[in-house]
């Protein structure tokens, strides 16, 4: 179903085309990408995996994005050659990391994100559930948090409020326990027939929920004696197949996450309670940091605004440049 939807409009190489090189397009395998290794590209076809090379006049297309080619991408290939890569109907990506400049590709032609966090540890970065939700919408991806290690929590009480934020900006929720069993039927519901990426720090239990729902039996990490921190098992991201129907990815763990050239207009959405108390600020441009009539903060001042979700707007609206 998804190879059918993606593979029928294909990005044409700018230079050494099909027909010059005598390749006839029936000639060509449709396949789904897997997984990238440092050389080579794992494609499945047919039943079958082939390790495959980039062709040359594909790499030259090199511009804003760091990777050219991810996993879920839907390609045509001959000879363990990738001769195109086809148009994604949705993408999810972030800032890379280091230089900042260029588009660091996770995962491609994915249906839902799947950010995934700990109920207590390592400790839950709400700042950074909003900034994979963002990068969901903005992607064509439906974002759904997955609260997980459920169990170790005693008074569950203290969620209620963050839960009730997410609902309400559309985001569902879905809380879990690989240990009891917890909420893993409606997860694995959630997943059906459609293709799915798990996102989070690491330690948060990616690898066993997806252990527990596709039967597989992948290394799972434990948490750093010292730090707290989750430590890393998946090396890289890999398409795994689910039974039935549909596709999932697991991913590395990442501790931070730039979202790709995001604009002020990105917030709005998300951030709905923080939108709505703006409309009545004093001043229109309103940054809600420190202006005299600033709605916005009265309403954190008064109780009914979380401080973590004045921060996190805040943060990323000074990545924006916008303020």
Not at 237 to 254: M, Q, S, V, Y
């Amino acid at each position: 179903m998804l190879l059918q939807r993606a593979a029928s409009s294909c990005i044409q190489l700018p230079m050494d085309d099909v027909s010059s090189r005598h390749t006839a397009l029936s000639e060509l395998r449709k396949g789904r990408v897997i997984s990238v290794l440092s050389q080579e590209v794992v494609i499945a076809s047919e039943g079958c995996l082939y390790r495959c090379v980039l062709r040359g006049a594909l790499k030259k297309k090199w511009g804003e994005e760091k990777n050219l080619v991810v996993v879920g991408d839907f390609v045509l290939f001959t000879n363990n050659v990738i001769e195109k890569v086809c148009a994604r109907f949705s993408c999810l990506s972030r800032q890379e990391h280091l230089t900042r400049q260029k588009q660091q590709l996770l995962a491609a032609n994915i249906d839902q994100v799947l950010i995934t966090v700990s109920a207590q540890q390592p400790p839950m970065k709400p700042a950074l559930i909003d900034r994979y939700v963002i990068a969901a919408y903005k992607g064509n991806m439906r974002p759904i948090l997955i609260i997980n290690k459920i169990d170790l929590v005693s008074h569950r009480a203290i969620l209620t409020p963050l839960i009730d934020i997410y609902e309400k900006s559309e985001v569902p929720v879905i809380v879990t326990s690989v240990r009891t069993g917890e909420g893993l039927d409606r997860l694995s519901e959630k997943m059906k027939g459609v293709a799915s990426v798990f996102a989070g720090q690491s330690g948060v239990g990616k690898s066993s929920l997806i252990n527990v729902i596709v039967g597989l039996n992948r290394a799972v990490g434990g948490l750093a004696t010292k730090t707290g921190k989750g430590s890393d098992t998946s090396a890289r991201a890999e398409l795994i197949p689910l039974k039935g129907d549909g596709f999932c990815i697991d991913t590395p763990g990442i501790r931070s996450f730039g979202i790709w050239k995001m604009q002020r207009e990105d917030l709005l959405h998300h951030f709905h309670e923080i939108t709505a108390l703006g409309r009545e600020c004093h001043f229109p441009d309103c940054t809600h940091r420190h202006e005299p009539g600033c709605t916005v903060r009265a309403a954190l001042e008064r109780g009914e605004l979380l401080p973590f979700r004045l921060d996190s707007y805040l943060k990323l609206l000074s990545e924006t440049n916008e303020f």
